[in-house]
């Protein structure tokens, strides 16, 4: 049984990023090109056609996985502080290009996600810290608190997977329960769109992130086998730059189809 287990977790670190990596940057050059196009329409996105948005959908794969390795950084790194000034620094970095995509759309007040990941980072931080409970709970809602302050991507949600994967590593059935509550919460608040949107897309759509918050959670509890790739290092600063490299293509996509 135990060799079985083995035999099937077949995904390194860097194998799993690559995996989420794809989708997200198809589906977001998707999504994203569209709602450049329709600024002023905030139901842009279902004018896609089916296929389309079904592809768009496949990019929700990546955000769990990205979740689930702030929770693995946290126990692997060597020093969580350099981690977290890490991603702070790169979040800066890649605001201006977040700016690019959102700004006509959102305005300014708009955050990328990698601004979510380092206030989870933070989360785990506090809820691992000598503090009291009470002030372990508050600091966790601080963290929450300046997502939604920044309205980075995500936001709460983001901060609640990450504290979630963490506090249950190691109690499978409590973990799987929580993320599932929560991935079916995240879903659900699509439901007050039905009658401003096609209602057929729009439970496709949700079918579809259900879909992909499970094959994420399959992938990082079953097929995950926690070891590093052959190249850690550059796959390290890979991940790192593709986040804002991928806003900078999608942007200049936009341009060339203009202009065409």
């Given amino acids: 049984m135990e060799d079985t287990k083995k035999s099937i977790k077949i995904f390194n670190r860097d194998m799993m990023k690559y995996m989420a ?21 905030s139901e842009a996105l279902y004018r896609l056609s089916l296929p389309l948005l079904i592809i768009t959908g496949l990019a929700m794969f990546c955000p769990p996985v990205m979740f689930f390795f702030i929770t693995d950084g946290y126990k692997y790194t060597r020093d969580r502080k350099k981690y977290a000034e890490r991603l702070l620094v790169f979040a800066l970095i890649t605001q201006p290009f ?14 990328n996600v990698i601004f979510t990941l380092f206030f989870g980072l933070l989360a785990i931080m506090a809820w691992e810290s000598r503090f009291r409970l009470w002030q372990r709970v508050l600091l966790v809602i601080l963290c929450a608190g300046a997502t939604v302050l920044l309205h980075a991507d995500w936001m709460i949600f983001g901060v609640l997977f990450i504290l979630v994967l ?14 599932s509550i929560l991935a079916l919460i995240h879903v659900l608040l699509n ?22 918050f499970a094959a994420a959670y399959l992938c990082m509890t ?5 070891k590093k790739s052959s190249h850690p290092v550059f796959a390290k600063w890979f991940f790192y730059i593709f986040y804002p490299a991928h806003y900078l293509v999608i942007y200049l996509i936009k341009l060339c189809m203009d202009r065409i």
């Fill in 166 to 179: 963490h506090i249950f590593r190691e109690k499978p059935k409590a973990r799987c329960t929580a993320y």
């Fill in 191 to 212: 439901l007050p769109s039905l009658g401003s949107v096609p209602t057929g897309k729009l439970l496709i759509n949700m079918f579809v992130t259900l879909c992909m």
């Fill in 98 to 111: 977040d700016w690019l995509i959102f700004k006509p759309i959102y305005g300014w007040w708009t955050s």
């Fill in 21 to 41: 990596l794809i989708p997200m940057a198809v589906g977001h050059a998707v999504a994203w090109i569209n709602l450049m196009h329709y600024p002023d329409d």
């Fill in 222 to 226: 079953v097929f995950y086998n926690g």
